[in-house]
């Protein structure tokens, strides 16, 4: 009904102004042309923006590519490991492998007490990130990782709010294991970074903080991403999934490491910088920057070296500085507790 009211209306602007300007019938038809053309562009455009506002989470989340079945375990590469159910806080189980910290050695002393929450990017599953979790066991660290919702054989379909429940029920279970907040860094790699803004914000908001963070090939939110991508929408206006990574770091303090490639075609470099202007300096001083080489889904294995010394370097300094927070809280606790005795003695 609008678009014959539309076409109504410009086949009488089109004649009204034939008849005002005086035009032959051969240019009124012209005009007419040209209006039915204008008109078929802008309605295209428009059912392409609302298919494209309504088909979002189709787009964001590929759960499908390339399958949700799991095609091996840890245990195919030789990686002891467990399995580990999650239930997210509105009920939706979810599946995910735990890998404990192998035999510390000289050059991963230290971070055997230290546990990684890693949040994977917006296609496939667990099984696809078994480099990933090889590179973690090499380091020395226990390791956590799950399926969002609808990802491999987790229950459920994914949403924004969906992924930061997901998130927080893995942070919850490794501090039900007995992992200090401040011994776990959450790692997030592409969309698992902006997974992990959101999860790091409801932390703060019950007054915790993990030991570090690590965001790796992360954007500063989805709504700039598809902009950069798509500059000819208004990919702003119709964003309902938006992930505003730069917005939350920018209200956090923990140490930070920013992992990007400049060869990035997928998430420009840029967004890396930003987020790295955007934290803020914590106990272990400024935020670091670690630059690898390879595209967007390869790099950290293209550069596997440098990629694994940075994060040995930043785990490394993140379980000193939770070593040093706790002998602080022992030796304050030992002082309270000699100034009670002392105090009682005093008293007798």
């Known amino acids: 009904m609008l678009a014959e009211l539309v076409r109504r209306r410009g086949r009488g602007i089109v004649a009204a102004a034939a008849r005002w300007v005086q035009l032959p019938g051969s240019m009124a038809k012209v005009l007419a042309m040209w209006w039915k053309m204008l008109f078929a562009v802008a309605l295209a455009y428009v059912l392409l923006l609302l298919w494209m506002y309504s088909q979002q989470s189709r787009y964001v989340y590929l759960a499908d ?59 496939g ?70 997974v992990a803004g959101g999860l790091l914000e409801a932390l703060a908001a019950d007054g915790e903080t993990p030991g570090g963070l690590v965001l790796e090939s992360t954007f500063t939110s989805l709504a700039d991403l598809g902009q950069y991508h798509y500059r000819w929408l208004p990919v702003r206006w119709l964003t309902r999934i938006i992930y505003p990574t730069r917005e939350r770091l920018a209200a956090l303090r923990l140490p930070l490491l920013v992992v990007h490639s400049p060869d990035d075609s997928l998430v420009p470099v840029a967004h890396g910088r930003a987020l790295l202007a955007a934290a803020r300096p914590s106990a272990l001083g400024a935020p670091r920057w670690l630059e690898i080489g390879g595209a967007h889904h390869n790099g950290y294995l293209l550069s596997r070296e440098r990629y694994a010394a940075g994060l040995g370097a930043f785990f490394s300094d993140v379980a000193a500085l939770a070593g040093e927070a706790e002998r602080a809280a022992r030796r304050g606790s030992l002082q309270a507790a000699g100034g009670a005795l002392s105090g009682g003695a005093a008293k007798r």
């Not at 002891?80 to 995910?96: C, K, N, S």
């Not at 991963?108 to 296609?123: C, P, Q, W, Y």
């Not at 501090?175 to 790692?187: E, L, Y």
């Open 65 to 123: 590519f390339p399958g949700r079945t799991l095609f091996a375990t840890p245990a195919d590469v030789g990686l002891p490991f467990e399995q580990v159910w999650l239930q997210a806080d509105d009920g939706t189980p979810l599946h995910g492998w735990y890998l404990p910290a192998a035999s510390a050695g000289a050059a991963t002393v230290g971070r055997a007490e230290l546990s990684v929450l890693f949040l994977h990017g917006n296609a």
């Open 125 to 194: 599953n667990i099984s696809h990130r078994l480099d990933t979790l090889q590179i973690l066991h090499e380091l020395g660290v226990n390791a956590l990782i799950f399926d969002y919702r609808g990802y491999g054989i987790s229950e459920g379909s994914p949403d924004e709010a969906g992924t930061y429940s997901d998130a927080r029920a893995a942070w919850e279970w490794l501090r039900a294991r007995g992992a200090p907040a401040a011994r776990i860094v959450v790692h997030g790699r592409s969309l698992g970074g902006g």
